[in-house]
């Protein structure tokens, strides 16, 4: 409940004698009832509802965060199932957050980012089969421009994105081709090819929502899958585990928290 505090500023009455310690506790109990009042929902009235609301803000996005990092940094390579535990657990807490944002009232690209983001974790369970994992992870990106294509907001400056997600899928896609050409892994050419320019495409319709978080999160992603084929297939890059992963789980994350965000004419998720 909001502080009687909180809309007038402190007086003490002539001649009230108050130690230090008391005039600090009255300092800290009308600036955190401001605090409360500036950064909580005012609808938020029960203690239940305090709850959910610092568990979905803070309490899951700081999880994910520290177990992901924890994966990245600290657990070794092998055994092999340790480390696919580790990598999977981020993910599901991350589909964690993303049910917790779901709004009462829930529209068809709300089920699309979800799908997208159960096809990406997937995609992470099996991409040691590189096909099989690249498949997922196609599918997912398929999800995602869906749930973008029904939150669109055009803008010339938008539309104008493909030009340098074009140049860069080229110069970067090329590269990558040559090298499965040159690695004789010909097979590989069309399901890769086919791969980036769904993700280019994912990335674009990202920018035409509108939202800085999904259009963040979805170039994070190109950069991330980039970085990764690039090490798989053209040459060797420093740090790429480190630098593929951060990439992909704040990808993964922007994208996801994109979900806070409303369509024009529609309310937004609480």
Not at 65 to 88: C, D, Q, S
Not at 181 to 190: C, F, G, N, P
Not at 234 to 251: F, N, P, R
Request: hydrophobic share 55%; charged share 15%; glycine share 6%.
């Amino acid at each position: 409940m909001p502080s009687k505090l909180a809309g007038s500023p402190i007086r003490f009455g002539a001649g009230e004698k108050r130690s230090t310690f008391t005039h600090f506790l009255i300092f800290c109990s009308w600036t955190g009832s401001r605090l409360y009042n500036k950064f909580a929902p005012q609808s938020l009235t029960t203690e239940i509802e305090m709850e959910e609301f610092y568990v979905v803000k803070w309490g899951l996005p700081l999880l994910f965060a520290l177990t992901g990092l924890i994966y990245i940094f600290v657990i070794p390579m092998e055994p092999e199932g340790v480390k696919l535990t580790f990598k999977l657990i981020p993910m599901a807490l991350l589909m964690v957050y993303a049910w917790r944002l779901l709004p009462q009232q829930r529209q068809s690209w709300h089920w699309l980012m979800l799908a997208g983001l159960l096809f990406c974790a997937v995609g992470d369970g099996t991409i040691r089969w590189f096909v099989i994992g690249l498949s997922a992870f196609l599918i997912g990106h398929l999800f995602y421009l869906s749930a973008f294509c029904k939150r669109l907001r055009v803008t010339p400056l938008r539309v104008a994105a493909i030009i340098p997600i074009g140049i860069y899928a080229f110069l970067v896609g090329s590269q990558i081709i040559n090298a499965l050409y040159d690695k004789d892994e010909t097979a590989l050419v069309i399901p890769v090819l086919v791969y980036m320019i769904a993700i280019s495409v994912m990335a674009w319709t990202a920018i035409m929502t509108g939202s800085k978080s999904a259009a963040f999160g979805a170039l994070l992603f190109v950069i991330s899958d980039s970085i990764l084929s690039w090490n798989m297939f053209v040459g060797e890059i420093a740090y790429s585990h480190a630098l593929i992963m951060l990439t992909y789980y704040s990808a993964q994350f922007l994208i996801i928290s994109s979900m806070r965000e409303s369509v024009p004419g529609r309310p937004a998720p609480r």
